[in-house]
């Protein structure tokens, strides 16, 4: 069905987390990457995990968290509830 990078939980809420990472730009950001069908994606192995756990009552949302490697020095950004 697809992959989870990172399961997290700030308060009550689950945190299904995407990450790109690029180490040319020349494609676009690492966060253009995520494209609706992922999300889609992302969204149906969220919802299938917290059915498993038996958290499906649980809120979540899905981040990016976008790494580019291009530069002198690493650039992160997180991008919160882009889906979900």
């Keep these: 069905m697809g992959e989870i990078d ?3 939980l700030q ?3 689950l945190v299904f987390v995407e990450v790109k ?6 494609f676009g950001a690492p ?4 494209t609706a069908s ?3 994606t992302i969204a149906a192995c969220a919802e299938s995990w917290r059915n498993a756990k ?3 009552a ?3 949302r899905i981040d990016v ?5 291009a530069g002198q020095a690493p650039v992160i950004r997180h991008l919160e509830s882009v889906g979900g």
Excluded: N
């Design 54 to 56: 038996g958290w499906s």
């Design 65 to 69: 968290v976008a790494i580019d490697l």
């Design 58 to 60: 649980r809120p979540y």
């Design 11 to 13: 308060g009550e809420t």
């Design 31 to 34: 966060e253009e990457a995520v």
């Design 6 to 8: 990172i399961v997290a």
């Design 21 to 26: 990472t690029r180490h040319d730009v020349s």
């Design 38 to 40: 992922m999300l889609r």
